[in-house]
């Protein structure tokens, strides 16, 4: 029996390709990427990637966003911008503009959370995370935040799984995580934890397009 689930942030509650935050910003100011905007935002997450476990606190986990950005925008070829836009968006961390949710997510968690179900994150993020899932209005849906940076350990390291499974009080087999990547299934299946796989921009045919779906693959 089902009694809780788990939800990775970025790309699943959160669109975090560059399309849906950085280009219509960058619109607004006149300004159009020179550059492929896709092999710079792998190039930039993966920096992210590298890094995100050391932003324990905020101060560190904007120095880290000011880089990440700094560097997606040298990607793009607007380097010579890169400074002053990096600046911008780090001062405006909590404005929701810049963290929009996919479609469907708070609909998801809300009805979720009136069937009785506990909700986690387990997600590898910093320390801003808490703070940003507030200003979108998720973080009341949550049980619990196992977050990255703050526990010492990222997917797909089981141990963040273990981590919420503990705090909602429920054993592997009665969660069911939701994820984008090939490190939310290896972490979950390592837990002992079924996945489902999610893919917000319906790219790949094997992966859930739609966060409502979720509630069809319950018992």
Known sequence: ???????????????????????????????????????????????????????????????????????????????????????????????????????????????LKAQGYRLAVVSNWDATLPEILEVVGLKRYFDHLAVSALSGHAKPDPRLFKEALSALGVAPEEAVHVGDSEADLLGAEAAGVRALLFDPLGENPKALSRLPAVLDYLP
């Open 1 to 111: 029996m089902v009694r809780a689930l788990t939800f990775d942030v970025g790309n699943t509650l959160i669109l975090a390709s560059p399309r849906f935050w950085l280009l219509p910003l960058l619109e607004e100011r006149g300004l159009r990427p020179r550059g492929d905007v896709r092999k710079a935002a792998l190039e930039a997450f993966r920096f992210y990637e590298d890094h995100h476990l050391e932003a324990r606190d905020l101060e560190t986990a904007l120095a880290l966003w000011r880089a990440f950005h700094r560097r997606l925008l040298e990607g793009m070829g607007l380097g010579e911008h890169a400074e002053a836009v990096s600046a911008e968006l780090v001062a405006r961390w909590k404005d929701p503009a810049l963290w929009p949710l996919t479609p469907g997510a708070e609909e998801t968690l809300r009805a």
